[in-house]
């Protein structure tokens, strides 16, 4: 069964730290990875997707990088605020067949940011 | 913002009603998405469809049913829910694509079977 596994499970920084989280998974042969943002009781926001050819994209604050060979990613999140509180998912789409759904994306259980002012 | 839209919000039923999720997205994707999640859990998939009349079963057995009678509207259906069903169910679409798609999330249907 591949899994993807992310740490720590949460996490609280003061407002302004810089902060690292950290994804894992089993299999090295995927199509992309993407993190997502999901507030509490609401729907998912993707907010980055690396393609597996890739080794890093970058929006505003927010740096992913993929490291295939290890099978790890990071999610690096610059001078942290307060509306960056959320739960941050991982989630890799496998190039194999796992159980019919190939190409569909495969969850992690997320990080719980906190960011105190 | 996605357009992608999912009622009811919260719904709370009792044991052996029948019910339907409404998963509807403007976007003209084709592909779309029911996913299971409990509290501090994974999300897991349920069903998903490629486009009108294509339905299949995810990696998370349900006793949930789909159709795809019309690209924008995937609903998901219930026959006779039970306190076991209790959990949220998220919609998401993304175009077909080489699998470079992002997809997109509705904001969810929270669902308690008492």
């Known amino acids: 069964k591949q899994e993807v596994t992310q740490i720590p499970a949460a996490l609280s920084v003061p407002e302004g730290e810089n902060l690292v989280l950290n994804c894992s998974f089993t299999d090295s042969a995927i199509y992309n990875l993407q993190w997502f943002r999901q507030d509490p009781g609401k729907g998912l926001t993707s907010l980055l997707l690396i393609q597996s050819s890739q080794r890093e994209q970058t929006s505003g604050r927010l740096n992913a990088s993929l490291d295939k060979s290890s099978g790890r990613s990071t999610l690096y999140i610059a001078a942290s605020q307060p509306g960056d509180s959320a739960t941050y998912l991982c989630?890799?789409?496998?190039?194999?067949?796992?159980?019919?759904?190939?190409?569909?994306?495969?969850f992690g259980k997320g990080t719980k940011l906190s960011v105190k002012p | 913002e996605a357009d992608i839209y999912q009622t009811p919000r919260y719904l709370v039923i009792g044991t052996g009603k029948k019910i339907t999720l409404e998963c509807s997205q403007t976007m003209g994707h084709d592909k779309m998405y029911w996913y299971q999640q409990d509290p501090g859990m994974e999300l897991h998939l349920i069903h998903y469809s490629y486009g009108v009349n294509s339905t299949e079963k995810g990696d998370l057995s349900s006793e949930s049913t789909v159709s795809r009678i019309r690209t924008e509207h995937f609903p998901l259906t219930l026959e006779s829910a039970r306190p076991s069903h209790t959990s949220q169910y998220l919609c998401?679409?993304?175009?077909?694509?080489?699998?470079?798609?992002?997809?997109?999330f509705g904001s969810g249907t929270q669902l308690s079977v008492l």
């Open positions: 998401a679409s993304s175009e077909l694509g080489d699998h470079l798609e992002k997809l997109f």
């Open positions: 989630a890799v789409s496998y190039r194999v067949n796992y159980g019919g759904s190939q190409g569909n994306l495969i």
